[in-house]
């Protein structure tokens, strides 16, 4: 099956937003076998979105569109499909209650124009949507298949996972697995060279390294007959990866350094907490951003200026006189602070410069030093020079911090 | 002039990358006043491209390609160019000293296939490449302009900035400016409604509204000749929505929540601190993201256990034990405590259950009480039930909290 994705929708054309859809999309049909072989996008325009929809029938037999599902006049991707077809559009009275359900939830009013939105193309499987008010649809039509999914990323994912890689697995005598493998604390070309041989025979699986902003992942993707187990092709791939790796392989699919750290803190029923400077708090919210994390987060102090440093967390005087708050000492100080004022287990640090501002010669923006310790003694600091941005070494620097409680629990440094 | 941008590249189809290139041409010819009316992305296949560039030059004059510039086989967009105008391909000298001297500032060899590099169509204007081994083309024919970019964004966007745009400046007479508005607070239906009259009449500036995922924005874009200024078509109407939407304008183009408070706090001398529950430091750290903030934000507590809230911000036990800790009085009491503890003019405070787990009948998931106060007495907590998952949650709630300082700020409330 070859597909084309369609965007519709004037900020994609004005630049306003990266068609970030499409990738999306096109991750999840190689996932499931399905070939790609045009992205266009074309704006709210009827005639415009009309030609698209003509060149795109002629070139692939599954045809998706994005975007152009909202309530406004400029919302057109339904009606021009339709018409395309040359089919009616009929109400749609689940997604009439789903929409008013959807509003008095919030306390709001339904404003008429919203229920154009529970109008499809008659003979579509409306997708409904548990993220917003506008319904998807699933449309076959000459041996053509149409998928029309809203615009936003947060209500298109769901619906794309929930209802139409279910639709589509139906279509296919094949099934397609994969599995990614979380890597951090390696460069991309170290890295490669570690699995050269198994990145050259590649096959079933296919291994696919992708570099991230700060992170790298390997992905596997396993292809079998549907009554058997794709998994059994990715496993023995996966060991001897994990062998050469070691544990620079932090975790799989949607694992994050901190949804690892929270299990793990869980596992060893420890508990943690944060005292952070440059960070301003990033630590914490990426601990606390993950469920469950209540069981092991105690509390975080976010000890931005000096007399914080001294009241919360204990730091001296004469340290930040003398070695100043982005020092070695401070940064130890701040772990033993944060340990003896919150009771928690294992505390961890980070004092740094993040810039753009308050770089000096001997103190960059970029300098960094992170902390980690616990109750029965163990402490540990070290000293980084993180490049990038202000966003870029706060970043860097949260995502070192949790890597390092990772390894210490793992070697069982601390806890 | 009307514009397509044709990105070559598996890569894209593959969904390895997101098309940051088109969006990227996108903003900058829209700034120029070139109308683009199509993104198109194909792989790097001869026949499958020279379609896309039948179909480009049917619908567009200007037709700018990225990617497929590259020294492999793979990489065919100049030729497939050359092939499907009937130009020959032409060796470019000065290409092949710019290519050799890059390589011998890196200590390389220039391998064979990097000589594919210097070759253009005949009668091509070659763009220089500071950034790697891949020059650009300008290409006039038959009344369209072709140019040729390269891929990666921090090879094309020099090369766009010193090549493009003045060369396309040079074809314009007109001159185009952008202003967005960005709102906080007014749902979108609720929005279009009370602006409904100017989107209707709407020609220059051009008023197009856009929904994220939990702000808005107003796109005002005015087009003018090249000795005239756009903004002053713009500030009119800008004046106009201003005045119908209120106080939940709160910034125009790169303006935050988060930065707009901070700019609020610098100019009225005042500091703040933060005492979060269930946002977990999110809102420290979205203050914290803005450079300069260290001039007004002293320190945060994330108070995730009730100890930490007993002993960070003194809020009693008996509050906890009566109210529990997402209440409208430990929500008062954490306002009150972190004034207090750290000498801050200002304190915002949450409290509520981001869920997935944590919720009963009487306080359901997405309950959040939002504080804030200042150490004259000021104090005032809101109560939200907020949908979402846990992200969304801790999301609108820090939004919320930002929001509730910008208007107490303004209203001259607190300070």
Redesign the interface.
Known sequence: MDAEII?VG???????????D???????L?QLGIN????????DNNK?LK??LK?AVS?ADLIITTGGL???MDDLTKETVAEFLGIPMELHQPSVEQIEEYFT????RV?Q??YKQAYFPKGSIVLPNN?GTAPGAILEHDNKIFIILPG?P?ELQPMFEEHVIPYLEGKSSEKIISRVLKIYGIGESDMEEKIKDLLINQSNPTI?P?AGASELTIRLTAKTSRNEDPYKLIQPVEEKIRERLGDVVYGIDDDTLESVVVNLLIESGKTIA?A?SC???????R???I????QV?????????N??KI??LKVSKETLAQFGAVSQQTAEEMVKGIIE???ADIGVAVTGIA????GTKDKPVGLVYIGIGDKNGFLAVNRYNLLGD??RV?QSSASLALDSIRRALLNGDIG
């Open positions: 965007g004037r900020e994609l054309l004005l630049g306003q937003i990266s068609n970030t499409a990738q999306y999309i096109s991750q999840k190689s790609v072989f045009y992205h266009t996008v074309v704006g415009r030609e698209v060149i070139r909202g309530p406004t939830k919030r306390g709001r404003s124009n919203n993220h936003p947060r696919a992708l944060t952070e960070t301003g708090g990033l630590i914490a919210e601990i606390t951003s469920p469950g994390a209540s987060f105690l509390q975080g102090v976010v000890a931005y200026s007399q914080s009241e919360r004022t919150s009771g810039g753009p501002g308050g202000r966003k706060q």
